[in-house]
T-cell receptor, first 108, second 115 residues
Framework: GQNIDQPTEMTATEGAIVQINCTYQTSGFNGLFWYQQHAGEAPTFLSYNVLDGLEEKGRFSSFLSRSKGYSYLLLKELQMKDSASYLCAVKSNYQLIWGAGTKLIIKP | DAGVIQSPRHEVTEMGQEVTLRCKPISGHDYLFWYRQTMMRGLELLIYFNNNVPIDDSGMPEDRFSAKMPNASFSTLKIQPSEPRDSAVYFC?????????????FGEGSWLTVV
C-alpha cells in the first residue's frame, strides 16, 4: 500500500529551530514535495527533493533519504507567520500521495 | 501571472441542490487537478486532466460528482444532488511538465457547505 506518516501537531518557540519529519512507504518514488498551508488558505509549494541530501532555501531546508523512506523539513529562525500546516507529498508512479499534514504552532 | 482562479470562493447550499465549481488554470499549464480537503480525510485527489482529457477519475466519490474540461482554460466540478457530507474545501490545481518535479499550483479553493 501507499502510506505517508508525519506528526499531527508540533509546537515550537519563535526564533528557534524545528524539524518536521515525514516517512513514506510507496510502490514507487519520483520525488518528494513539501507544501505550506496557512489556515483557510491553499497549499503553497515549499520544496522538492528527488535525490538524497539537503536542499536549502533561505530559512527552510528539506532533506531526503530514499533508502530510509524519510524526509524532513527544517525551519530556522522561526517567525509567528510560520504557524501553518506542513504537508509532505510523494510522487509515486506519477501520482501524488499526500500526508495528512503537520500543524505547527509557534509560541512567542 | 494571475494564478489558478476558482469560483465561487464560498457557497452555502441546501441538500439536494446542484453545485457547480469553476476553475481557470494557469495559462500554459496542461495538467489540471481537482482536490477535496476535509479535516477527517485530508487532501484527496478527485480527478485530473491532461490536455483537457480526463486521465484518472478514480477518486470521484460517486456518480453524483462529475467534472469537465471543455477547453484549456476552463474546468467545472459538478455535484448533483449535493449532500451534507460533501461539505469541504474543493481545490483546483494546475501544473506543467517542465516545472521542477511537475510542481502543482493550487487555487484559493471553493468552500462548500451543504445544509
Amino acid at each position: 500500500g501507499q502510506n505517508i506518516d508525519q506528526p499531527t501537531e508540533m509546537t515550537a518557540t519563535e526564533g528557534a529551530i524545528v524539524q518536521i519529519n515525514c516517512t513514506y512507504q510507496t510502490s514507487g518514488f519520483n520525488g518528494l514535495f513539501w507544501y505550506q498551508q496557512h489556515a483557510g488558505e491553499a497549499p503553497t509549494f515549499l520544496s522538492y527533493n528527488v535525490l538524497d541530501g539537503l536542499e536549502e532555501k533561505g530559512r527552510f531546508s528539506s532533506f531526503l533519504s530514499r533508502s530510509k523512506g524519510y524526509s524532513y523539513l527544517l525551519l530556522k529562525e522561526l517567525q509567528m507567520k510560520d504557524s501553518a500546516s506542513y504537508l509532505c507529498a510523494v510522487k509515486s508512479n506519477y501520482q501524488l500521495i499526500w500526508g495528512a499534514g503537520t500543524k505547527l504552532i509557534i509560541k512567542p | 501571472d494571475a494564478g489558478v482562479i476558482q469560483s465561487p470562493r464560498h457557497e452555502v447550499t441546501e441538500m439536494g441542490q446542484e453545485v457547480t465549481l469553476r476553475c481557470k488554470p494557469i495559462s500554459g499549464h496542461d495538467y489540471l487537478f481537482w482536490y477535496r480537503q476535509t479535516m477527517m480525510r485530508g487532501l484527496e485527489l478527485l480527478i485530473y486532466f491532461n490536455n483537457n482529457v480526463p486521465i484518472d477519475d478514480s477518486g470521484m466519490p460517486e456518480d453524483r460528482f462529475s467534472a469537465k474540461m471543455p477547453n484549456a482554460s476552463f474546468s467545472t466540478l459538478k455535484i448533483q444532488p449535493s449532500e451534507p457530507r460533501d461539505s469541504a474545501v474543493y481545490f483546483c490545481a494546475s501544473s506543467y511538465p517542465e516545472a521542477v518535479g511537475n510542481t502543482i499550483y493550487f487555487g484559493e479553493g471553493s468552500w462548500l457547505t451543504v445544509v
